[in-house]
Every structure is written in C-alpha cells, then in structure tokens.
T-cell receptor, first 114, second 112 residues
Framework: DVKVTQSSRYLVKRTGEKVFLECVQDMDHENMFWYRQDPGLGLRLIYF???????EKGDIPEGYSVSREKKERFSLILESASTNQTSMYLC?????????????FGSGTRLTVV | LAKTTQPISMDSYEGQEVNITCSHNNIATNDYITWYQQFPSQGPRFIIQGYKTKVTNEVASLFIPADRKSSTLSLPRVSLSDTAVYYC?????????????WGAGTKLIIKP
C-alpha cells in the first residue's frame, strides 16, 4: 500500500521554538506539498517542491521554510513557532501531473503552539 | 484557476444512493476533476478522477456532462462510515503552477 508518512500525529511546542515536521513518501513521486488546514479556511498551500532541492512558495509561506534533500523526504520548518501556527499540517505527494491519480496525503500532524 | 461550488452539507440514510454535485463553470480544456474524502483528523483521500463522461471504480461513480461545467459524485448504498467531508478539485498542477484551489467541501452526514 502506497504511503505518505508524517513523523508525528500530535505535537505541542512552545512559542519561539524551532519546529521540524517530517514527511516521507514511498511512491517515487516527483512532487511534494505542505498544506495547513484550519476550520473555516480549508486547505492552504504553504510550500511545494517539484524536484529534489527545488522549492516554491505557496499561498502562505511566511514563517515557514522547507527542505528537500532527497526525493522521498520533504521537511517543513517553523523557524520560530508562534501561536497562530497552531494548526493541522498535511503533507501530500503526486506525480508530475495530478491528472494521474491526484494527491496522496499523509495522516496529518496536529501542532499546538503554547 | 477553476473555482468550484458545492453544497455546504447534505444528509442521507444508510443504504441510500447519494449524489453530490460540483459546479465549475470556468473549467479549462486540460483540467481534470478529482474528488477527495476526508474524515476528521485525517488527510484527504483520493476517491475518483475523471475528464469527461462517466468513470466508475469500486467505491464511487463520477458523472461529467458534455460541457464539463459540473460533475456529480455518486456514492451507492452509503453506510455510516461514509460520513465525511467531500471535496471537488478541478485543474491540474502542471497547468496551474502547482496550485489548486480547495473549497470548503460538502459535509455529508449519514444517519441510521
């Protein structure tokens, strides 16, 4: 069964901490994405990557950075966590075109910043 | 970027067929139509995808009229476990600079 695995289901961090969210996929997908999902706001794209060492900003990149050193791994970094970054974070991967089966999502990481 | 319009919520009963319609009036020639299902505290899960006419898989059917300005997800004989939010997504990341718009989805509640 193909998978996107996110390293943590739940995280609690303090304001100002540096936070790493890890995502690994085993489908040899070129594209990887980080979304956050908040009630009433839907899924919003933070960053995406279409190749190793490539990264592009999504709709809401402020306060975040990413790293993609290997094809299967895409990390989201909160440089200095703030309470407004409390959210559900979703990693996804896809083939070069989403017309070939769309996105595969991980189970999500619910991050609480206190 | 094509935008979609779906009902905010729907109710149905176990054993019934449920149809959820999505409007996408400005769909582009190369756009695919993809439906996802999401349970609370989980990531969305791919259900079905189509370009035109009808597509069927083991869990759902997708009906797309000739003008492609709408699509209907059909869930046969639903059960309580089909209670979820369903999203209609239109486009292809290849043509949209990797960004597709996620709407609010349709919250489907199945009653016993």
């Amino acid at each position: 069964d193909v998978k996107v695995t996110q390293s943590s289901r739940y995280l609690v961090k303090r304001t100002g901490e540096k936070v790493f969210l890890e995502c690994v996929q085993d489908m040899d997908h070129e594209n990887m994405f980080w979304y956050r999902q908040d009630p009433g706001l839907g899924l919003r794209l933070i960053y995406f990557s279409y190749d190793v060492k490539m990264k592009e900003k999504g709709d809401i990149p402020e306060g975040y950075s990413v790293s993609r050193e290997k094809k299967e791994r895409f990390s989201l970094i909160l440089e200095s966590a703030s309470t407004n970054q409390t959210s559900m974070y979703l990693c996804a991967s896809s083939l070069p075109t989403t017309g070939l089966g769309g996105y595969t999502f991980g189970s999500g990481t619910r991050l609480t910043v206190v | 970027l094509a935008k979609t319009t779906q009902p905010i919520s729907m109710d149905s009963y176990e054993g019934q067929e449920v149809n959820i319609t999505c409007s996408h009036n400005n769909i582009a020639t190369n756009d695919y139509i993809t439906w996802y299902q999401q349970f609370p505290s989980q990531g969305p899960r791919f259900i079905i995808q189509g370009y035109k006419t009808k597509v069927t898989n083991e869990v759902a059917s997708l009906f797309i009229p000739a003008d492609r300005k709408s699509s209907t997800l059909s869930l046969p004989r639903v059960s309580l476990s089909d209670t979820a939010v369903y999203y209609c997504l239109v486009g292809d990341i290849r043509d949209s600079n990797y960004q597709l718009i996620w709407g609010a989805g349709t919250k489907l509640i199945i009653k016993p």
